[in-house]
């Protein structure tokens, strides 16, 4: 079975950075595109960022691109999201997300497995 744990959550000042790591177990690590989705209090679900399973092609939202990195490193079979100069409107429960044999899709529904969130809070 198929389980995603998320690590790095916490709380920063803006223009600070976090880094968020997702670590996949029960299957191979290689076969899944992985995602990174928030949900911000009172709004819908969105895309952060995407990396391919080659980790060659990555996709961002407009709204972090440029200030968010995603890595993925296929030998200990964790996804990582590096935040820099976050924001307030950054302040989210941030999800993790494996789909198998998925590339760069932003769709949510793409996703077969999702970690269970954690709290990233900027506030001065």
């Known amino acids: 079975q198929v389980q995603l744990v998320e690590s790095g959550g916490g709380s920063v000042q803006p223009g600070g950075s976090l880094r968020l790591s997702c670590t996949l177990s029960?299957?191979?690590?290689?076969?899944?595109?992985l995602a990174w989705f928030r949900r911000a209090p009172g709004k819908e679900r969105e895309f952060v960022a995407v990396?391919?399973?080659?980790?060659?092609?990555?996709r961002y939202s407009d709204s972090v691109r440029g200030r968010f990195t995603i890595s993925r490193d296929n030998s200990v079979t964790t996804v990582y999201l590096e935040m820099n100069n976050l924001i307030p409107e950054d302040s989210a429960v941030y999800y993790c997300?494996?789909?198998?044999?998925?590339?760069?899709?932003?769709?949510?529904?793409?996703?077969?497995?999702w970690g269970q969130g954690t709290q990233v809070t900027v506030s001065s």
């Open positions: 029960g299957d191979t690590f290689s076969t899944y595109g």
């Open positions: 990396a391919s399973r080659s980790a060659i092609t990555k």
């Open positions: 997300a494996a789909g198998r044999y998925v590339d760069i899709l932003i769709a949510s529904s793409e996703y077969q497995y």
